[in-house]
């Protein structure tokens, strides 16, 4: 069995005493994505819900189109149907169909399978999965009628190599490794393309509490990332015409430690 060797700077053991401090790794990235893609002619429409029990619980989706425009803002909750139907009548009434999906939901409740009550499963399991199914549905019907399309969902490096402590987070994003490749396969004869973003460590909110001077001398390039850089990554996706199914990861060489 391989040792993970990140595991002794990760808090798992005093993690249960930290489940009222959520933070998404994703909130900075969906904030810096949205620049990026303006200054590549890619408007954006920001959808996103936080949570009134816990300012620092985000759940936070990208949806954008390459149209003339500025940018649109929407409440959603991605883990509620209904709520992304709704977002999405009010945005292709805005806007017309969507060609572009950048799916950037995302909880992390830390804490050892024992000690993770079922209900922060389920909501883990609802937003990081769950929700970007739901979107991605949401989205594909726009981009049959449009004729194609492009979709990146952002997951993460856990999702590929496991963490302890993280064993639920770590399934909702290997689900969508699983969920990406297959709808890749499902919708390429519509001309719809769709691909997957895995970072690693990104200068975030969720990093912060890291030790980082420890875990970059272990990181190949011997830094954390920056948020720019995933999304440089994802607009890399999106303008490629020729790529879908693939996972891209942004980790400074992480995955190459055994």
Do not use: W
Not at 182 to 211: Q, Y
């Amino acid at each position: 069995m391989q040792r993970n060797p990140f595991a002794k700077y990760f808090p798992t053991d005093t993690a249960q005493e930290d489940r009222g401090n959520y933070q998404s790794q994703n909130i900075s990235l969906c904030s810096l994505i949205q620049p990026y893609l303006k200054a590549k002619n890619f408007p954006a429409v920001a959808s996103g819900n936080c949570s009134p029990r816990d300012k620092n619980v985000c759940q936070e989706g990208l949806i954008f189109r390459a149209l003339e425009g500025g940018h649109l803002a929407f409440s959603c909750d991605v883990s509620k149907e209904e709520d992304i139907q709704n977002t999405f009548t009010e945005m292709e009434k805005s806007l017309g169909h969507i060609n572009y999906l950048v799916n950037a939901a995302g909880i992390n409740r830390d804490g050892l399978l024992l000690r993770t009550s079922a209900d922060d499963m389920i909501s883990q399991l609802h937003t990081n999965l769950l929700g970007t199914m739901l979107t991605c549905k949401a989205a594909v019907k726009s981009m049959i009628q449009q004729q194609g399309g492009a979709i990146v969902n952002v997951g993460s490096i856990v999702g590929l190599k496991g963490n302890s402590g993280q064993s639920i987070y770590s399934a909702s994003k290997a689900g969508l490794v699983g969920f990406s490749r297959s709808l890749a396969k499902e919708v390429a004869r519509r001309n719809i393309r769709v691909n997957m973003v895995a970072p690693g460590f990104i200068h975030t909110d969720m990093t912060e509490h890291l030790k980082e001077e420890q875990l970059k001398k272990a990181i190949p390039l011997g830094r954390f990332g920056k948020p720019e850089e995933v999304a440089k990554a994802v607009v890399f996706l999106l303008e490629s015409p020729y790529v879908t199914g693939h996972v891209l990861v942004v980790d400074g060489g992480l995955q190459l430690l055994t």
